[in-house]
């Protein structure tokens, strides 16, 4: 099985091997919750990336809208975990900004970094127009629905007494109409390619399904770890929770959407990389948030509503009118990802006092 992976493979296992047990240790030593909450957190993306390289190897045999799909839905593995067992130790806030993070971060950050790289190394690249307007198109009307409770309760309509059985009503629409979207995601395209990547050696089935079996054992526990240290390491480190969860917690659950986008805009596949990215965000909105809705009355800590920050609403809003102006034309290029890179940075900043 061993003999199945190349380099690069083995090098993402011992790195994610080597931080799991680095920060087990630090977990389990006193007084090192500021080094278990950054070294936890290197472990969780080095988790998520090997959560990546398995999943390529399954979804390699199916098409570009699969490939995003069944990437972004075990993908998200990772932060489904940090968000339960923020969850679990009363943590609702940051769980709201990791839930809004992961969306921006994707859909700004890593499309943004996808789009330079793959404009800067292959020039001006074209992608399948009507696949990315639909998959904007449910990323419009999901974020609509989960920001309905947020308005009702900043106008303090008589839904407002009412949140969690909205955010409830809320939560079961959009799994509904995820469900309802899984066809048409998964259809191969006219002419797709059967692989997402020829040019890279397929590892047997039983050891990708291995590999999926034994990262999100781990990527549950080093999650533990990582919400353990969370709070006391914010403290020291005077960061706000909800930048932490916008802007750190995004990011390291959502590293396999991070590098394996961007490696395929380099490569030259921009419909799989838009597949890939937009998928995440889309997943997060349409099962992720419901979720965790509708689960956490159950996890014994807090209980989680479809009511975020005002700031938080804007924000979200406006990127992804942003991002469907971008990609409506079926083009990419380097300026318009350096301008989507920009606006992230500057919706991160705003929330670093909180």
Do not use: K
Not at 78 to 106: D, H, K
């Amino acid at each position: 099985m061993v003999a199945a992976l190349n380099r690069s493979d083995r090098v993402i296992i011992a790195a994610a091997a080597l931080l799991t047990v680095v920060a087990g240790i630090l977990h389990f030593a006193p007084g090192n919750q500021v080094a278990t909450f950054i070294v936890s957190g290197f472990a969780l993306a080095a988790l998520a990336a090997l959560v990546g390289r398995s999943v390529e190897q399954v979804a390699d045999r199916l098409g570009a809208g699969a490939t995003g799909v069944v990437q972004s839905a075990l993908g998200n593995l990772p932060e489904l975990f940090v968000c339960i067992f923020a969850l679990r130790a009363g943590l609702p806030n940051v769980v709201r900004a990791a839930i809004i993070g992961s969306i921006l971060g994707n859909i700004l950050l890593v499309l943004g970094l996808a789009f330079m790289v793959g404009g800067l190394r292959n020039g001006r690249q074209q992608f399948e127009g009507a696949r990315a307007r639909t998959v904007i198109a449910l990323m419009i009307l999901a974020v609509a629905a989960m920001l309905v409770p947020s308005l009702a309760s900043y106008v303090h309509s008589r839904a407002a007494a009412h949140e969690h059985a909205l955010s409830d009503i809320a939560s079961v629409t959009l799994l509904v109409v995820f469900a309802l979207s899984l066809p048409a995601s998964l259809r191969r395209g006219d002419g797709e390619p059967e692989t997402a990547a020829r040019d890279e050696t397929l590892w047997p089935m039983p050891v990708a399904i291995a590999g999926l079996a034994v990262t999100g054992v781990l990527a549950a526990v080093v999650s533990d770890w990582f919400v353990a240290a969370l709070t006391p390491a914010l403290g020291t480190l005077h960061i706000s929770q909800t930048f932490a969860g916008l802007v750190i917690v995004a990011i390291a659950g959502n590293a396999v959407e991070n590098v394996v986008g961007i490696q395929l805009a380099a490569r030259n596949r921009p419909d799989h990389a838009l597949s890939v990215i937009l998928n995440s965000p889309l997943q997060i909105a349409l099962v992720l948030a419901p979720l965790l809705v509708l689960i956490s009355p159950v996890l014994g800590g807090a209980t989680l509503t479809l009511v975020f920050p005002p700031l938080l609403v804007t924000t979200v809003v406006a990127s992804v009118l942003a991002v469907c102006f971008v990609i409506i034309d079926g083009e990419s290029d380097w300026l318009e990802g350096s301008a989507l890179i920009g606006l992230y940075v500057v919706v991160a900043a705003s929330f670093w006092w909180g």
